[in-house]
């Protein structure tokens, strides 16, 4: 897509973001095409608006929070959204959150920031296939248990939102929460990627859907 149409397309999309929407996110760095191969998906990161555009106050711009390199932070998406050429954008909304859900979201998220990225979970994944052709298999299981629980206090993108919506929503709406399909135990929700949120049906699309 030209980058003025792009620009122009997302100009319409950003004022009728809401707190808490999924902002998924294509990029084209090796990192970004890593993980795309990895999780087969188009998508590679995930944030969610922590304040959407509100013109009359002067606040022109969505703000999001994620995790990213340096940890949990908040910029503006128009860190992504203003280079269409390097980045593309999609959106989408866990249906039906009530306005205390959304306050419990952001609850969670600002007291997160400044956690640290979990590195160790994030290149866990990207070698996991080689670490399981490599290891015996009761070794592998233990190396990826140490992997998962090593940094109980620290994110990747999608663990850090998955668990802002799991632990927000009433309990009896909780599971409608889970990105990923199948779920066998709570500890699974630490699996969770951004191609999960992009394939999950309990989240709709609100814009640019892909796999």
């Known amino acids: 897509m030209p980058e003025n149409t792009a620009l122009k ?15 998924l996110v294509h990029g084209a760095d090796f990192l970004s095409r ?9 998508w590679n990161h995930v944030a969610l608006v922590l304040q959407p555009p509100h013109f009359e106050l002067g606040i022109k711009g969505a703000f999001i929070i994620g995790a990213i390199d340096s940890g949990i932070e908040v910029h503006r998406l128009r860190k992504y959204s203003e280079q269409p050429d390097i980045f593309t954008l999609g959106v989408k909304r866990f249906p ?49 248990r140490s992997i998962l629980t090593s940094q109980p206090d620290s994110f990747v993108c999608s663990t ?44 709709e699309w609100i814009h640019n859907p892909h796999l």
């Open 9 to 23: 397309e997302w100009s319409e999309i950003e004022p009728q973001l809401e707190i808490a929407d999924i902002i």
């Open 96 to 144: 039906g959150l009530t306005d205390d859900a959304r306050k419990n979201i952001i609850s969670f998220l600002l007291n997160q920031i400044d956690a640290p990225y979990d590195y160790t979970r994030l290149f866990g994944y990207l070698f996991e296939n080689a670490l399981k052709t490599c290891l015996p298999r009761s070794l592998f299981k233990k190396v990826r």
């Open 160 to 203: 850090f939102i998955q668990k802002a919506f799991f632990e927000s929503v009433p309990k009896k709406l909780q599971t409608n929460t889970f990105a990923r399909e199948n779920l066998k135990s709570l500890a699974e929700l630490d699996q969770t990627t951004p191609a999960d949120f992009a394939r999950s049906t309990n989240y």
């Open 34 to 42: 890593a993980i795309q191969r990895r999780s087969e998906s188009y």
